[in-house]
């Protein structure tokens, strides 16, 4: 492996893996948290009562995590019942992308 194929790999990984999940579990802390610290307080208290507050609406509800764990469900089950494989067109590079279908919708 050369130094451009190194940097490249090195590239790939640093963006697509490590700055995509931190920015998410930054986006979904920060839509989180920030709510519940401007809602009440425009400082933070000298009590640790504005953490248990952050804690309950970081978790959830009941409700919530029942709409996430059907949809898990549902995405688990619709990718293991797929069986038939369907190619589509040719790309400009030359690859045919494989896609697996559950219900045939067109010919």
Not at 5 to 20: E, R
Not at 76 to 82: D, M, N, Q, R
Request: charged share 15%.
């Amino acid at each position: 492996m050369n130094c451009k194929q190194f940097l490249d790999l090195f590239v790939k990984t640093l963006v697509f893996n490590i700055i995509t999940a931190v920015s998410i579990i930054f986006i979904v802390l920060a839509t989180n948290v920030l709510p519940v610290l401007g809602r009440k307080h425009v400082e933070l208290p000298n009590d640790l009562s504005i953490l248990k507050e952050v804690q309950f609406f970081t978790i959830g509800n009941h409700g919530s995590w029942f709409l996430v764990a059907t949809f898990f469900v549902w995405a688990y089950l619709w990718l293991a019942f797929t069986k038939t494989k369907h190619f589509g067109p040719t790309t400009e590079s030359r690859l045919i992308p494989v896609y697996k279908v559950f219900i045939k919708c067109f010919h």
